[in-house]
């Protein structure tokens, strides 16, 4: 199976940060960070990171990277690639995933993970936009009348994550958290 039929879902939700947005950055461009804030301090949700192989320090455009983790009772593999790294405004993801389903057919789909940070109220406001470029069936959450109820789900599971992000990098700017 291959990813190939275009698609395009998006999402965007946003949080607030009281790190400036250079450390949301060096945070988000740290790659093993995203094990942190989108597993370790997922607790009870089920839609985590459970593992994650990249390479150490701040990731170059090129860096490629593979996870994999929990979609409630699903699991995901992905196989991912650094598209631009523009700190500390912008770094960008692309990512091939694949989500083994229990009761369907293999779900491969595309995505751009995009994160924008700017600066707001001696802070960081953190907009990660989500989107899915690619897949090779439509699963039922995102058939046309069913993914309207869908997107807000999702936005509030990814808001969920950005405020993870946000207190990783809180905790890094204070000089709690190495």
Known sequence: MVADRPFGFRTRPSVTSRASPEVV???IADLRN?????GDRSKGDGNKMLTLDAPEGAAPVGTTFTSSGSA?????H???????ASRPDR???????RLERRRAKTWEAHFSHRYDTRPQDGGSRIVYTETIE???YLPYWL???IRTVFRPFVNSADRKQ???LARLAEERQAGAVR
């Open 25 to 27: 950055y060096d945070v």
């Open 34 to 38: 995203h094990l942190v804030w989108s």
């Open 72 to 76: 409630g009772k699903d699991t995901f």
């Open 78 to 84: 992905d196989r991912s690639v650094v598209m631009e």
């Open 91 to 97: 770094f960008v993801i692309e990512t091939d995933a």
């Open 134 to 136: 690619r897949v090779n």
């Open 143 to 145: 058939k046309p009348l």
């Open 162 to 164: 950005l405020r993870n």
